[in-house]
């Protein structure tokens, strides 16, 4: 049995440890085999020496990084004891990296090691294709370096646009002519740039067409130069669709999908765009695919638990189709 004491040098351990210790309960969870106790500014760990060893090294990366961003939750909590790539890019600085500043004057930064990915990949990559559950910033963090490139004049517009696919409803129901059916449907794309752009200055390039949000099949027949262009809910573009889309790329554009493909809504799924295009455009040169996953959730701490209550019933549900078969 070993015993180790660590000392929280000029940390607050309320706010470290979280209110009734809710924080240092959620560490404690991932090391079940030591006692974990807390008294003040110190805290005393029993247990195997290499359960020890493990534990204190975490947990000096975790004060470390409690330093550097002046934050501690459960998902920081989670993301730093389970993903070791974003440990990195974060002991490394490199999540203190701004993108832009939004309208609020709050910096908006690339969250987890996924989101890190997509920025760089930016970089060297003209098209990006950017996979996964809900959640998990693709298309916030996609808009926010659309924004940063239309400033930086790296692209003369932004084009934002999705496939009119309803998830169980009927645009055409609604009341309005098109625009106003449509616009209800692009909601999303607008609030992520109302967070990123002054009120009049996106109204003025919503009017003269610096920035475009509109439906995919209005596409069509363009050619997409010197622009930024996020199809968001590629995941419902049929593969005609997406192979029209994708052609329209013109000199001196940045392309970037982003979809959930466990959310398709189109008759039939494999009649997905997005799952062929993942599968045949993997290895050319000058295209990215990142595949998020629920460690790149930023919303309520529900929804990560939400999306794998979710798939662990779609796996069951495919195992039993499997055995059904034999």
């Known amino acids: ?25 959620k560490i404690r969870s991932f090391f079940p085999k030591i ?48 993903d070791a790539e974003h440990m990195k890019s974060a002991s490394n600085g490199e999540f203190e990296q701004v993108i832009i500043f939004g309208t609020s004057g709050k910096p908006v930064r690339a969250r987890t090691a996924n989101q890190l990915l ?19 910033g693709k298309t916030y963090t996609s808009i926010a370096l659309a924004v940063k490139a239309l400033k930086d004049r790296e692209v003369k517009k932004i084009i934002l646009t999705r ?13 309005g002519d098109m625009k106003e059916k449509l616009d209800p449907y692009l909601q999303p794309l607008y609030d992520a740039l109302h967070d990123m752009l002054p009120l009049k200055k996106l109204e003025t390039w919503l009017e003269d067409g610096t920035v475009q949000i509109a439906p995919l099949a209005f596409m069509r027949g363009r050619t997409l130069e010197n622009a930024f262009v996020i199809l968001d809910e590629a995941q419902n573009a049929t593969i005609s669709q997406l192979k029209m889309f994708l052609t329209r790329m013109g000199v001196s554009s940045k392309f970037i999908m982003t979809g959930d493909t466990t959310q398709i809504d189109l008759p039939r799924k494999n009649d997905s765009g997005m799952l062929m295009a993942m599968r045949i455009l993997s290895n050319i040169e000058g295209i990215s695919i990142i595949r998020f996953d629920e460690r790149d959730i930023v919303r309520h701490k529900l929804v990560k638990r939400i999306v794998r209550a979710y798939e662990n019933e779609e796996n069951e549900t495919e195992k039993l189709k499997n055995n059904s078969k034999r």
């Open 35 to 82: 006692k974990i106790m807390a008294r003040g500014n110190e805290i005393k760990c029993m247990g195997e020496e290499t359960e020890i060893t493990i534990f204190a090294e975490k947990f000096n990366e975790l004060i470390e990084y409690y330093r550097k961003y002046h934050r501690l939750d459960e998902q920081d909590i989670e993301k730093y004891f389970f």
């Open 163 to 175: 496939p009119a696919v309803e998830a169980g409803e009927k645009l055409g129901f609604l009341p």
């Open 118 to 136: 997509l920025v760089n990949d930016y970089k060297k990559s003209d098209l990006i294709i950017a996979e996964g559950p809900a959640g998990t």
């Open 1 to 25: 049995m070993t015993e180790i004491i660590i000392f929280l040098e000029d940390i607050d351990p309320v706010v470290f440890f979280g209110t009734n210790n809710s924080l240092l309960d």
